[in-house]
């Protein structure tokens, strides 16, 4: 209740409830009123991740490794943070880049026979969550 304007920003303890709008329109020949479907309901929580990040690149010394996309997070991410990992087999063995926090890596030439992923910290006022693409590799 209260809320007459054009827009309206969710309360903190809007979490968990359903929102719509309603106008009331006013002639010389009466009132009439219509109502939005709702939305929601508002969810909480640090981003979880519903499509896991994507790469492209050819596992190839000297080519680029490219994020193409953030995948799916729900709540929705404010923001990211990047780090990619190799590993000399492709399920397990994972490791930190050293310097490698960007949405682009370049395999060096010291790279072959491992494989290269990234992982991604997805933030919002809530928390983090984070969740790693599938590997590219062994590398040629």
Known sequence: ??????SYTIPSNGIGASYRVCLNA?????????????IGPIA?????NTARPTITGSALTGASLT????GTWSPTAASYTYQWQIA?????????????TTTSYTIPSNGIGASYRVCLNATNT???????????GPIT
Do not use: E, L, R
């Not at 209740?1 to 054009?6: H, I, P, R, S, V």
């Open 1 to 6: 209740t209260g809320a007459t304007t054009t």
């Open 126 to 136: 809530y928390g983090t969550g984070s969740k790693c693409s599938d590997p590219i």
């Open 26 to 38: 006013t002639n010389t020949y009466g009132t009439g009123s219509k109502c939005s479907d709702p």
């Open 67 to 70: 994020i193409t996309s953030a």
């Open 88 to 100: 000399a087999s492709a399920t397990s063995g994972w490791s930190d880049v050293t310097g490698a």
């Open 44 to 48: 909480a929580g640090a981003p979880a």
